[in-house]
């Protein structure tokens, strides 16, 4: 399977609800750069993420007829305590188009938004914000830790605004 351009793959609709927007609406396992809102941010009294980020969209499902609620896991090298995070292949980095330090994907905090939203930004370089998309395995992989996780009661979500 050939790896995704950063437009996302093709025959994919864009967002009914912005068709100015030429991005097409993300689906699990596309990774995207995002303005990610950490819940120790959050905590202290931010309600701006200090960082764009690549995340991982968890789940994609329609909140009503014309907006996508999206859930996304945020990728950071900074490892996270043991059982917190999955490890990102390099080829995978490489093929995302991510640098050469190790990459992790957190599994115990995630941000809610409806797509767009304000918080998206495109890939540096580029004009979209999707560098690629994660192979099934190493989704499914992240949603059983995610899921795992969040059933231990070991789940943030910090409140964003719109």
């Known amino acids: 399977m050939p790896p995704s351009t950063p437009s996302g793959p093709p025959g994919r609709p ?5 068709p100015n927007q030429p991005w097409p609406v993300p689906e699990p396992a596309d990774v995207l750069h ?5 819940s120790r941010e959050h905590d202290s009294g931010h309600e701006e993420a200090t960082k764009d980020r690549p995340v991982v969209v968890v789940i ?10 999206l859930l996304v896991a945020p990728i950071t090298h900074s490892p996270p305590r043991p ?6 292949p390099q080829p995978i980095e490489r093929r995302l188009g991510l640098d050469d330090a190790r990459s992790l994907i957190v599994t115990t905090e995630m941000n809610r938004f409806v797509w767009p939203g304000p918080d998206i930004r495109p ?5 979209a914000p999707l560098y ?5 395995g190493l ?3 992240l ?6 996780n969040a059933t231990a009661n070991n789940m943030r979500m910090p409140k964003r605004s719109e």
Do not use: F, H, K, S
Not at 123 to 127: A, R
Not at 132 to 136: D, F, L, S, T, Y
Not at 143 to 148: A, K, L, P
């Open 14 to 18: 864009t967002d009914p609800a912005a």
């Open 34 to 38: 995002y303005a990610y809102l950490w």
């Open 60 to 69: 994609a499902r329609i909140a009503q007829a014309d907006l996508t609620e």
């Open 83 to 88: 059982g917190e995070g999955i490890e990102l």
């Open 123 to 127: 890939v540096p370089g580029e004009e």
């Open 132 to 136: 690629g998309v994660i192979p099934a």
């Open 139 to 141: 989704y499914e992989a």
């Open 143 to 148: 949603r059983t830790e995610i899921v795992r």
